[in-house]
């Protein structure tokens, strides 16, 4: 079974910037679009960004467009999320999943790793 690892969360400042990462354990990523989540403290699960399997297509929130930059190494069965421009409101812990195909819902994620957590705070 796929296991995913998120890595790269922390305190940051306003206007920082943090790259998570999401690693595939034993398995390869090369089948599987790739997306990334967060969850604030009493909000829903939100969908901000997803890649394609071959990395030619990438789809963002509106909320995140021009300072989240998606991207994958498949040689390393890992996916990048770049976060520049930190705003209080990014704190949230952010999860990576995998799918067949890029999709904004979170149900139609089979394979989810544990989170990490990204606080933007001064």
């Known amino acids: 079974q796929l296991q995913l690892v998120e890595s790269g969360g922390g305190l940051v400042q306003p206007g920082g910037s943090l790259r998570l990462s999401c690693a595939a354990s034993?398995?390869?990523?090369?089948?599987?679009?790739i997306g990334w989540f967060r969850q604030a403290p009493g909000k829903g699960r939100e969908g901000v960004s997803c890649?394609?399997?071959?990395?030619?297509?990438?789809n963002y929130a509106d909320s995140v467009k021009g300072r989240f930059t998606i991207s994958r190494d498949n040689a390393k069965a890992t996916v990048y999320l770049l976060i520049d421009s930190l705003k209080p409101e990014d704190t949230a812990v952010y999860y990576c999943a995998a799918a067949i195909g890029c999709s904004s819902n979170w149900y139609s994620y089979d394979y989810w790793g544990q989170g990490t957590q990204v606080t933007v705070s001064s």
């Open positions: 034993e398995f390869t990523l090369d089948y599987y679009a």
């Open positions: 890649i394609s399997s071959s990395g030619g297509i990438t």
